[in-house]
């Protein structure tokens, strides 16, 4: 009997985090393609020949730039995600579509809608990565006076994310009935009104948009600490987060795993797919250079906004030698920062830059140099030691990078037998192996 070895998983994000640090100067990079559609599709039929799970589509609700001199240098303009994965649907027959939505700056049924919408347009293909949003970064371009506060937007987020899978179930599955003879289209028995009315939504429905073809499109859940981790077991498919060493892995995939069964779900129903970087050479050496490559075209100043997103501050009034605001001030007061402020009293850390190096090198991306057998050795390694179901593949340069991850580290993971060489169904659930939902109006 043949044994089956455990299959990785992996997506790609179709943007690149070094672009606005100054990687759209390399040569092979296409930054006058930002917005070009034809640049994504590429970019996704690249990924889809490579037979990747899904796209993975950040987002933001503000520019990077915080100031004229990174708003010269930086990339400061990218596509909405749900917009641009609803164009790549019907550019793409496979891959899964994940695109980033806020739940601070979002209403629940909009938000439905789109998702539901897009799932149906891509054959069962969507997925929504649930986020919260950093601090008040992006609260600068929306009336705040009804958003919560911070220490309330996980509450927030729980009753926002109930009450989208509530009305993605507002209509049982064989609701449509399309019966010419009778003119019956629909069956109201099987079409659901929600009367939900919570702490920070009053909703009706049901949805104007008939059940997703997945039931739910896919969850993803990006995040660490252990109220994080309670939800992503409950109601998670996918956990997204930065993760460095296999020791570390391994700790944060069996603490994710062990709190499933308390909701009467299988080690297999929820996914760990941390962040990962890769380099790629056809020799040691030269993968090496590369790398140094990259790092010489970044700008040697720490942008504002990604001190701001690893302190969870916002320190746009702050210069980075600035003395570390206390917790209490008005626009110091997030709970990430809070803790990171603790830590940096520990370690004698004093500037915002002095913390912002330190929270760098603690929480960086799993990041791999070398040859595609290296960073297939690595790979593996992860996967059989259970540390990983799979990984977020995050590129340093598009469409370079995604070429050497597919043409060269793809092919020497398929040797190996632990990635497919064919897509086996039609859906994102089908691919990741996670399971569809029950309606929750269904009894039985």
Known sequence: ???????????TLLITPGSSGGGWRDQTAQPERILDFAFYRELARTAEEGKLDYIFQPDKYTISANSPEELRRGINVWPEPVTLLSALAGATSHIGLSATISTTYHEPFHVARMLATLDHLSGGRASWNVVTSIGDLDAHNFRNDHRPLHEQRHAHSEEFLDVVKALWDSWEDDAIKIDRETGDFADPAKIHTLHHEGAWFSVRGPLNV????????????AGRSDTFRERAAQ?????FTALRTLPEAQAFYFDLKRRLAKYGRATSDLLLMPGLNVVVGA?????????????????????????????????????LDDPLPEPDLADAGTASYRQWKQTADQLGLVTIRQLYEHVRQQSGHFSITGTPAQIADRLEEWLTNDAADGFTFIPHLLPQSLHDLVHFVIPELQNRGIFRTEYSGSTLREHLGVPRPSNRFVVG
Request: proline letters at 5%.
């Open 1 to 11: 009997m043949l044994h089956c070895k455990k299959q990785l998983k992996l997506s």
């Open 283 to 319: 020799t040691e050496a030269e993968a090496k250079e590369k790398r140094e490559h990259q790092e010489r075209l970044l700008l040697p100043e720490a942008r504002k906004d990604i001190v701001s997103s690893s302190l969870g501050l916002d320190i746009s009034g702050y210069s």
């Open 235 to 239: 109601q998670g498919d996918v956990v």
């Open 210 to 221: 008939a059940r997703p073809i997945q039931g739910h499109p896919v969850i993803i859940q």
